[in-house]
DNA sequence: CTGAAAGCGCTAACAC
DNA sequence: GTGTTAGCGCTTTCAG
């Protein structure tokens, strides 16, 4: 309206110099911040930024600083080589599978998890000026992609959030320098920065209780025993049972999904019909064996305790709602941010980990 | 490994152009796949680009071309003014709520819904060489960062998903100019193109299966009723009701969520304790419903007939799996990445709605 | 068909 | 304190 605007389209540095008077580096000063400049200039500059309507761009910024000021968040999968569809989880008119090819992206959000990855990173980068770039890393093809995305520049580095063991991708960061820090410990050990869970001690604090409430018969539907947090939430419950006088517990594998639950549920179930507690590698899994209960007439707690992992909102989606050992995701997810921009602050810092302590919940399953 | 790299960092094209014996130009060329290069410089060049390991920066690039391959993939909140904190869903140690003060973004994707967005969008981008960068703007400051971030040309334009009516940010983005594509079609006119869901056939069709099963006194969990979409449903189901005989439904709000079902549903059921049948307007609620019915000790369907809206990850949570009105949310999303591509293809083009058919799926609650 | 040269908008030495 | 000046790495006329 105020017809200072020139014939050019977005306003620049030089406009803004000019209307105020001042040279380009004056204004620069002012606009991030450096001191040594006069007060009443910088008024000046202030009022000139107003009135052109003045917006940094970005690209020149990054040109120059070398930052993007851009973090990628990566949802990393399997080692799955050409193309290849993921399996598991039906398809044809499944919900949430409809219409595209690509399932991996559909199966990450299943989860409830990864919503609070988001959540928690995108928490901690946005009052620092800064947004995610999501991007999945399912096939080599993806991979290459997220090292080449990195390397142009377009992002400053990564949060990566693996779905299965043997994830090449934080290997694959590590070799091309770039900085990158991971949900979760890796299968094999690589330099790079992570947070994790104490699962072991998460999955003794089940097992306690269970033993707590009277169950002498438990089993367990554990995760995926490749991936290490799956493996290490099963052998924090057996040590424990076995520590207190139950060496031996039924296991069946499943995937973390809560078909996979129910599947695993049906067998415990029919091999060990008198069973009396089950511990669930995670809540979707639980949530899964807390229907497979009812349906063959056991009622929960009353019949079998159900313990969960996770306290997703799967949790409070189940009937009765889930005992549970609570992730703090959300407070990992921003640490997870907060170690890579500190890496991204200092380059030769440390590789550090951080490791939370997780927590029972107690609901009505258990 | 060949020693070939000079003292630099990273490798530019003056680097490449002097390993094949070319201008910065040609190699420019070739990587931009210009015609009019000689295949035999072509190659050279190729090599020349693999032997250095060269990447395109992608901030320079963006400086010239003026584009920045990127797009905004955001969710839009109500019109809370300052800082001012989301009610709703509990607070305290409830699951996914922990620590983090927002639970803004937390809300979001405890709806399966919002996944399905993102995995729609991902899968439209992706071959396009785009990644979405992941904003929310629940606030008016967190309003005024989405335009500043697209008017610095760090993104190319938007997509929103609002979630609540009167979200003041696809004016706020068309009065600036900027390319955007909603999803949903806005609470008032906007000239911005937008994809949308026949909300009222969806909900005719659930209420002719509920009136083909022999439901002679259904009810209706509705949606928020301030949102079009929550409206249209409303309308379409007691439409369709009072053309067969029902010109009273009951009607019991809910805010989509799990939660909010559950309270509306026994609101329903204190009021109409013979029901027969409930049409929910989304699956999360839909759940909620089958909960508090089970709980007062109806059976779905047996004594109540329950059909949901979405056809969510949600449906298939529930026991029995719910009968929905599936909504192609992933396909969805992708058109409404298209028309985006499409409008920064040609910035003069016409602004356009596409509006996508619902298809009833019958399950086991109905 | 290829090269030379002029910037894109900004920051950061370096002078004054 | 502030202005001048040199690029950052790339695309893109414009000559040849």
Redesign the pocket.
Known sequence: MTDDRRA??????????RAA?????????V??G?R???P???EAVRQAVSVTG????R???S????RADAVALVVSGAGIEPEAAPEASGNGSEAGTSGDGNSFTAQVFADPFFGRVVTGVVNYLRPRGMHPVLMFAESSRAREEVVAYLRQGSADGALVVSTHAEDPLPALLAEAGLAAVLFARPARPVPVSYVDLAHQDGARLAAEHLLGRGCRRTATISGPLDVPAGQARLTGFRDTMARHGHPYIPVAEGQFTQESGEAAMERLLAEHPDLDGVFAANDLMALGACHVLREHGRSVPGDVAVVGFDDSSAALACRPPLTTVRQPVEGMAAEMTRLLLDRLARPDGPVTSVIFEPELVVRGSA
Chains 1, 2 share one sequence.
């Open positions: 050019a389209g977005t306003p620049t540095l030089e406009d803004v110099a008077g001042v040279s380009r580096a004056t204004v620069s000063r606009i991030n450096v040594n400049v006069d009443v200039i910088q003045y917006t940094p761009n690209a020149a910024r040109l120059v600083t070398r």
